[in-house]
């Protein structure tokens, strides 16, 4: 079973429309990502959470929002879905017992909206 | 602004040959390394981890490091198909647990 889970793994849905990308981890990692990816313009940081109670914005936070209900799951929503929000979407998380330590991704989530 | 810079390529070796994908970054307290290989549509996959000066093997994979001219280098030995794929280099810069990505280096082996 893979480590970081993201469903779903493809979504096709339409524009306005309420979306919600989840992420559970069994690694017991406490910090936990979110990024998109377009084609030629590498991985961009949506938000961040270092624990349950951490929550912080990345480079392109707005028109998205997260919810990390435990330690384990990290939620990201679209309110309001528009096309340019056509991408595909990792989770990633990381050890936080120290601060220098790589990222394990998701097998992600490819978002369509239409 | 933290900027890490990789050649997009894309880079074409010979199976068989070393192939040689470098990455350069702004931040000259940066402590932490990392090399990641991306197959198209696929999730970023962890392959290496650097944190002092010089080189780190791990089977046909060497990551060089060099804090002084501030680059990092990934060398991968015996060169196969199976190795084409796109090589993601990240940046864990002083007083951040953030890392910063590289655009990275689509890499072809032909046979």
């Known amino acids: 079973d893979a480590d970081v889970t993201q469903t779903p793994r493809n979504r096709i849905t339409k524009t306005g429309k309420r979306i919600m990308l989840e992420c559970s981890q069994t690694?017991?990692?406490?910090?936990m990502y979110w990024y998109r990816q377009d084609p030629g313009l590498g991985l961009q940081l949506i938000y961040y959470?270092?624990?349950?109670?951490?929550?912080n914005k990345g480079e392109i936070s707005d028109g998205y929002s997260v919810s990390r209900q435990a330690q384990a799951k990290f939620s990201l929503s679209l309110e309001s879905a528009i096309p340019n929000q056509t991408a595909l979407y990792f989770c990633?998380?990381?050890?936080?017992?120290?601060?220098?330590?790589?990222?394990?991704f998701g097998d992600g989530t490819r978002l369509s909206i239409l | 602004q933290k900027e890490v810079e990789q050649n997009s390529g894309p880079l074409s070796v010979p199976e068989g040959a070393i192939a040689s994908l470098n990455c350069t970054y702004s931040?000259?307290?940066?402590?932490?390394f990392f090399w990641y290989r991306q197959y198209s549509g696929k999730s970023p996959e962890l392959i290496m981890s650097?944190?002092?000066?010089g080189d780190k093997e791990d089977g046909r994979f060497t990551a060089q490091l060099n804090k002084a001219s501030q680059y990092v280098s990934l060398l991968i030995r015996d060169s196969q198909p199976s190795d084409s794929a796109t090589y993601l280099c990240?940046?864990?810069?002083?007083?951040?647990?953030?890392?910063?990505f590289g655009r990275g280096t689509s890499l072809i082996v032909h046979p």
């Open positions: 990633a998380t990381s050890a936080g017992d120290r601060g220098n330590q790589p990222q394990h």
């Open positions: 690694k017991g990692h406490d910090r």
């Open positions: 959470s270092f624990d349950v109670k951490d929550i």
């Open positions: 931040d000259r307290v940066s402590q932490s």
């Open positions: 650097i944190y002092s000066n």
């Open positions: 990240a940046v864990i810069g002083g007083g951040s647990y953030i890392p910063t």
